[in-house]
């Protein structure tokens, strides 16, 4: 049997143990201490808040296209590679394209196939690819009178008929056609398509109805977007304030 020191058990007033008894506990800090170590450390920027946007609209338009697959399993794949299956890869890579593509590099018309990271697989019964992608072109260069808005929206609903993709998929129709919204925006690379819903990528009804869902949700979006970034800056606002009087240390006493 032990013999237990009931006392020890019993609730025991701090202050009244000596400073002797407590050899297991830190000391208190030096002056100056600061317990985070020296180096270079991680805050948030504006590239890294826009990469998070991007790859949000990207996850966006890929649900709307038929892959359901969330922002951090995402950023995760993009980053390591790993978090998701076999039967998953096709819709990581397809996703990780298109955040990619709308991160910046050269638009879709400088060259559409480069875009698309495509190219020609051989002789068939379809029109070679590269036919395929003339001949959109040459409607969306007919159509250069066009504001970018209205170009993009008809470039989004000839896609299909061009026969560029597989039939019912609409992911590099909603990437090229958010790239060609845009236009030549220096602050934006992609105008947000279906952050809002994907009202502005239904298909269906006359142009005049089709040009008019496709404002709508972009508008919407757009509206979406901007509440985010000041719900952001009110957060950034809120927590700077909350930390102005904090230097690091652990408080003494």
């Not at 006392?7 to 009244?16: A, I, N």
């Not at 690379?189 to 502005?200: D, I, M, N, R, T």
């Not at 040009?211 to 508008?219: A, F, I, N, S, T």
Request: charged letters at 25%.
């Amino acid at each position: 049997m032990y013999d237990l020191d009931i006392d020890f058990l019993t609730d025991t007033d701090p202050s009244s143990v000596p400073d002797e008894d407590l050899w297991f506990l830190p000391g208190p800090p030096e002056p100056g201490f600061d317990p985070i170590p020296p180096g270079p450390r991680a805050e948030p920027n504006e590239a890294s808040v826009l990469d998070e946007w991007r790859a949000a609209e990207a996850v966006d338009l890929g649900w709307h296209a038929g892959y359901r697959i969330a922002p951090d399993r995402l950023a995760l794949w993009i980053v390591l590679r790993v978090g998701n299956t076999k039967a998953e890869d096709q819709g990581y890579a397809k996703l990780g394209w298109a955040v990619r593509r709308l991160t910046g590099g050269p638009g879709p018309t400088a060259d559409l196939a480069t875009f698309l990271g495509r190219h020609e697989i051989g002789a068939g019964e379809e029109a070679p690819l590269s036919e395929r992608i003339a001949g959109l072109l040459e409607m969306l260069d007919a159509g250069r009178d066009l504001h970018p808005l209205t170009r993009a929206c008809l470039c989004f609903h000839l896609w299909p008929l061009a026969g560029i993709g597989p039939e019912g998929e609409r992911l590099e129709a909603a990437v090229t056609a958010a790239r060609l919204a845009a236009g030549d925006c220096t602050a934006a690379a992609f105008v947000p398509l279906a952050v809002a819903g994907g009202a502005a990528l239904r298909a269906g009804g006359l142009p005049p109805v089709r040009l008019g869902r496709w404002l709508d949700g972009m508008e919407a979006g757009l509206a979406a977007t901007l509440r985010g970034l000041e719900d952001l800056t009110a957060w950034q606002t809120r927590a700077q304030a909350e930390i102005a009087d904090l230097s690091g240390q652990t408080p003494v006493g």
